[in-house]
């Protein structure tokens, strides 16, 4: 063999080998960041925060929302339970934004006092059924909005303890949202999903001083500031929007971890693909946007949607905890020592999920339905390359519960 190709070969590959390592450190530097900001709000939940609300002196009006398209399987057992509030009748009314459901549903839900907004969208979303419900409805009658998902169930405390809260000058609060059923592996590990966020993004961020994250139901806001910005709201990603709103007009965006709303989880594979794709694609979609008030946001020292944005930068869990694994994985093939950091650092995600899980959800099942996570991770990654368009288009998550 020519020793002109031996020599260019060996320079070949240490080329290779240099952008390797190089790669190999900016990788890892970039999710150790990821993972050691996660692990300190995990930590930071675990921090008892007692409730500093008095009880209100005044009860103020409610409008309660809920958004219900082809619900009739459970919208009228939901506003039956939200019925029993021991909160005053005359001062809330609870509205429901009928869309594409049967008449017969209608009608049983005027017969139990709620009100019915009845909509046909051609192109159904949660966003336009809000502004429908704001601009039906009479602003001077109504002092906070709440809003639900169809199959949403509350204390009867509920209004109590948004009252006292709002009472104490708060626009937005944040309920604990928490899993309704953990009757399959897929829904457990949905429920599991739930409580990461809850610990990590709402307990921790609010233990911490910054805004709890909004997740879509279980939310109330001042009733003016809503219906004011509600109109610039448009995508299937809402909750994401009105934070941005609320953030970059600096309100703060209060959690209540003991007023909890049961809600359902999916059960199944495909509904976690769909469910997901329409997350993802509504997090880059608002990412997109928030990039560009990154350097105002820095400027006017608003670091609570500093921090936001950082938020939406960091991938879902279930990625983050593939592509460490798999990196972990294929590090290992080509050299044990450059992997061991990697092993190191997705243990330290696993410790992460486990501070932020709470003891009752950590069991034997829990045991037995991790061994779905490698399809989940699978399924994620399918939904980074069908992202497109999904942010405008109504991905109905069907309700059973």
């Known amino acids: 063999m020519n020793p002109a190709y031996i020599i260019k070969y060996i320079y070949l590959m240490n080329i290779g080998t240099y952008v390797f390592f190089i790669l190999d450190y900016l990788l890892f ?185 909004l997740s879509g139901s279980g939310m109330a806001f001042d009733y003016t500031w809503f219906a004011k910005n509600i109109k610039e709201v448009s995508s299937s990603g809402e909750d ?40 993802i694609a509504a997090q880059y979609a608002i990412l997109a946007k928030a990039l560009k008030d990154l350097p105002k946001a820095l400027s006017e020292r608003n670091f609570d949607y500093y921090n936001k944005i950082i938020q939406w930068i960091i991938p879902p869990r279930i990625l983050l905890l593939g592509s460490i694994g798999m990196l972990a994985v294929i590090t290992t093939v080509v050299s044990f020592s450059v992997s061991l950091k990697w092993w190191g650092l997705w243990f330290l995600l696993l410790l992460t999920f486990f501070v932020a899980i709470p003891d009752h959800l950590i069991s034997k099942r829990l045991c037995k339905a991790i061994v779905r996570l490698p399809w989940l991770f699978t399924l994620m990654v399918l939904n980074l390359f069908r992202l497109k368009g999904a942010n405008k288009n109504f991905n109905r998550t069907e309700h059973t519960h």
């Open 29 to 213: 530097i970039l999710f150790t960041l990821v993972i050691l900001y996660l692990f300190a709000f995990a930590l930071l939940s675990k921090k008892k925060r007692a409730n500093h609300y008095r009880k209100a002196d005044k009860q103020h009006r409610f409008a309660v929302l809920f958004p219900a398209y082809k619900e009739d399987r459970v919208i009228l057992h939901s506003v039956e339970s939200f019925l029993q509030q021991n909160y005053p009748r005359y001062l809330y009314d609870v509205i429901v934004i009928s869309d594409h459901m049967q008449m017969e549903t209608n009608a049983s839900l005027e017969e139990i006092s709620a009100k019915v907004l009845e909509v046909k969208f051609e192109k159904s979303s949660k966003a336009k059924a809000l502004n429908f419900a704001i601009d039906s409805l009479d602003a001077s009658s109504y002092d906070i909005v709440v809003i639900f998902d169809a199959d949403n169930i509350v204390d009867t405390n509920f209004l109590e303890k948004i009252n006292d809260v709002y009472s104490s000058g708060r626009k937005a609060i944040q309920a604990h949202r928490t899993a309704k059923n953990t009757d399959t592996d897929i829904a457990l590990l949905d429920a599991i999903s739930e409580e990461i966020n809850n610990s990590i993004f709402r307990k921790g961020q609010v233990n911490a001083g910054f805004s709890a994250a």
């Open 240 to 279: 994401k929007e009105i934070e941005a709103l609320l953030l970059k007009q600096k309100i703060f965006i209060e959690y209540l971890d003991q007023v909890t709303v049961l809600d359902e989880k999916v059960q199944n594979s495909d509904t976690f693909y769909n469910q997901r794709q329409r997350w």
